[in-house]
């Protein structure tokens, strides 16, 4: 969702905010701006579209100025246009926002004396900060916080006044901030990526807190007025992790990476030998993880997906915990009584969700300890929950989440597995999850290798599809919810996941030269249903791709990709591999922007 990045040193400030505005591009913007302090005055630019169309209207204007704040934008209020980009100016104030101010129109209507350009939420908070500033009367910092206390939402801000040019003040409510601290210069950035190169020393701010900041020195407060002594952590990604390795789209690096992210995942976790698994970030004993009776798995699209797979793992073995998978945007709302002995798992990529954040909260407050299963190190959800289990599978660029996909799926089971052996369940029925988790890398790699050439020829032949039903059983079915997932978003194909039992309920009527029916075939028990299922399709006149490790597949569909490997109960992860390779390739065919797909942000921090 929308960046922000600010700068105060000695170096050219433009330089900086544009590099950092597009290491923030993969987050989704559709407008964007920079405002610079300097011996010639202010500059202030904005585009709609893409950073380069921003620089394109840079040319010429570098003046070499040392202070400035940018903007990338994701519209929420008014449409995408220049106008509506930030930075904003209201009177003395060059505000850049992100996050949603609820109670904008009460403000609104509340400031007199202003005229207001555009349609957005974020220029009421600018003229709300220029009220209480007077024209300098009061220092920046204390308007910000009198504002920021009539303020309904959420936000992160940066604020810059040109009758104090050398300083920025930020603020955080719900919407991330770093301050990278640097030898003579102050960066800020939405995400700590947009600092690398500059400084690994950062300064995650809080929500509640304010700070102002120089070329060489950060103030934070809280919003009473409280002084904080700043943490000053190392920003642990590095360069090397944010670029694309020699490949076309971050997507297909971080698809074709997921032998090593994973490796990253299980990294001291799993002991063969003993035949265990060990998480030491949950935080829970022997006898706390024994007590265990439900567990609340919550997430946002495919976190969702991956915490409904591994609840069908995780009830294979440890029969008496009950495991429920809610939505984050719906539970936050609903009424749900979490029984006693319960543990909440919080399932983020990015950890910084805005309906996931508000369900972890929610969830605190009825006194259920929290479980975070994040990747983004650092992040709110990662420091607000009781617990956690990090992912470890590096930065997620493009938009479309796979390679924490499968990590998310494997910390949850090994999560589960933990559960089971502290409940002492028989390390027989342990032992054979405990070994495929084990070997999970090697078979992710051997299918990505032998599939890749295979699966883009069979994607060719369904890009002019406008629909696609996606379709498995058991734990295959929440694969195919990923494999849909994953259609819909990079290539615009309208994709949704059936379980093949439902099929005779009602999706059956879909079924003509419109459709293509992707559907995943696990061998085991519910093999042979399940090839019933396809049978129904194929008298319907369905064009079935199926994706299997069965070596005797005969059934007269249209494309099968095979894959070959030893692992058996998790062999849906594998299969999703190859939807996800799929999916990639339709995009690809059709030429649409894989990593920053229409409309969609990588981070949501926003409800
Ligand atoms: C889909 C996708 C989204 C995210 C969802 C939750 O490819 O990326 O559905 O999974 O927005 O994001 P996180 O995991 O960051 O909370």
Known sequence: MCGIVGYVGEKNAQDFLVSGLKRLEYRGYDSAGVVTFGDKGVTLVKAKGKI???????????????????????????????????????????LVHNGIIENYKELKNALSGYEFKSETDSEV?????????????YPLANAVV?????????????????????????????????????????????????LLGHTKQAIYLNDGEIATVTKNSVEIKTLNAEPVSAKVEEIETNLAAIQKDGYEHFLLKEIMEQPRSLEETLRGRVDLEEGMVRLGGPGLSETELRKIKHLVIVGCGTAYNAGLLASYYIEQFTPEVTVEVVIASEYRYRQAYIPKDSVALIVSQSGETADTLACLREIKKQGVRTVGIVNAIGSTIAREVDGGTYVHVGPEISVASTKAFTSQVVAMVMFGLTIAQAKGVRSGVLKPYIKEIAKLPGEIKKVLDECRELVKGVAEKYKDYDHA?????????????????????????????????????????LIDDRFFELALLPEGELYEKAVSNVQEVLARGGHVITVTNKTEFD????????????VEALVPILLNLVAQLFAYYVAVEKGLDVDQPRNLAKSVTVE
Do not use: C
Request: aromatic share 6%.
């Open 52 to 94: 380069g169309d921003l620089e394109a209207k840079l040319a010429g204007l570098k003046r070499g100025d040392k202070v400035g704040i940018g903007h990338t934008r994701w519209a929420t209020h008014g449409e995408p246009s220049e106008v509506n980009a930030h930075p904003h100016h209201v009177g003395n104030i060059y």
């Open 125 to 137: 908070l600018a003229a709300l900060i220029d009220s209480f500033y007077q024209g300098g009367k």
């Open 146 to 194: 009198q504002a920021l206390k009539l303020i309904q939402g959420t936000y992160g801000i940066a604020v810059m006044s040109e009758l104090n040019p050398s300083e920025i003040v930020v603020a955080r409510a719900g919407s991330p901030l770093v301050i990278g601290v640097g030898h003579g210069e102050t960066l800020i950035a939405s995400d700590a990526s947009a």
């Open 469 to 509: 039903v996606y379709l498995g059983r058991d734990t295959a079915y929440p694969a195919a919810m990923e494999g849909a997932l994953k259609l819909k978003e990079i290539s615009y194909i309208d994709a949704n996941a059936y379980a093949f039992g439902e099929l005779k309920h009602g999706p059956l009527a």
């Open 555 to 566: 059934l007269p569909v249209e494309s099968v990709v095979k894959i070959t490997t030893s």
